[in-house]
């Protein structure tokens, strides 16, 4: 049995850790120290630690948990992360504590961005959000569009274990682009629940997503006339994602 925790850190980051039958670890993007002292006073015991990308929300806690548990780094490589991580390539490791991860290379948000699917769940850092996708701070909308197609193309119950707190922001714009659509008022409301009871949105899954993000469904007919009526050029699905994302961005 594995236990998924998730630790609010900074304005809206989560800290992921996934907890196996004898309490081992697996830490993704601690980018805080402090929201994790409280578990590891109580026992957690990280035996990997995970980093998706190298921007400092992700990263910035890593070393001070890395010391205290003794567990080693894993992520990008990518000279901006700390030397002390270990680079993955894409496809299946065998990480300390026996945890098996497939890997995904994921760039868009980063160039260098990975993704890791374990046991069922799915840590994808800034590439796919609830109800969203990351920004395109280093690549193109190209390998964005790769990326999520290849992030969609696992299980349907895959747990979406993202980086950030985004859904009910990321919801608004997901009704203007795709007003009717009953799976994501489901979802909404069931996170809007979970919220009120002071736990995270999130994991969503595939299934979720994939019925409701408007980044995953670019080539559903009602979304390309969505993006006609708000004079989006959209003649391919490649084009359709570009103006989805650039029309994101300026989104007040």
């Known amino acids: 049995m594995l ?27 601690p980018g805080a ?3 994790l002292t409280a578990a590891l006073d109580a ?33 990008p490589a990518d000279a901006r992360l700390p030397a002390a991580v ?11 504590g026996g945890w098996a991860v497939e890997v995904l290379a994921v760039p868009g948000h980063t160039r260098s ?9 799915l840590f994808c850092g800034d590439t796919l959000f609830s109800l ?14 790769d990326a999520l197609d ?4 696992l299980p ?43 736990r995270p949105s999130l994991p969503s899954t595939l299934a979720i997503e994939r019925a409701a993000n408007p980044f995953l469904r670019v080539d559903v007919p009602a979304i390309r006339r969505r993006l006609a009526e708000a004079s989006h050029a959209a003649d391919d699905r490649l084009a359709a994602f570009t103006a989805l994302r650039a029309w994101k961005d300026g989104f007040a």
């Not at 630790?7 to 992921?16: E, H, K, Q, S, T």
């Open 33 to 35: 120290f402090p929201p």
């Open 43 to 75: 026992g957690l015991r990280p035996t990997a630690i995970l980093l998706t990308h190298h921007h400092a929300d992700h990263v910035d806690g890593a070393l001070a948990l890395a010391e205290r548990s003794g567990a080693p780094l894993f992520g």
């Open 156 to 198: 349907e119950a895959t747990a979406v274990c993202c980086g950030h707190e985004y859904t009910l922001a990321n919801a608004r714009f997901a009704a203007v682009v795709e007003p009717d659509n009953p799976a994501r008022e489901a979802w909404v409301a069931e996170a809007r629940r979970r919220l009120a009871a002071g």
């Open 3 to 29: 236990q998924l925790l998730a630790f609010p850190a900074l304005r809206d980051n989560l800290i992921w850790a996934l907890v196996d039958a004898d309490g081992g670890a697996m830490v993704v993007d």
């Open 86 to 96: 270990r680079p993955l390539s894409a496809g299946t490791h065998r990480l300390p």
């Open 113 to 121: 961005h990975l993704a890791f699917h374990v046991a069922g769940h």
């Open 150 to 153: 290849r992030l969609s193309a």
């Open 132 to 145: 969203g996708c990351g920004r395109l701070f280093e690549g193109s909308p190209a390998q964005m569009l």
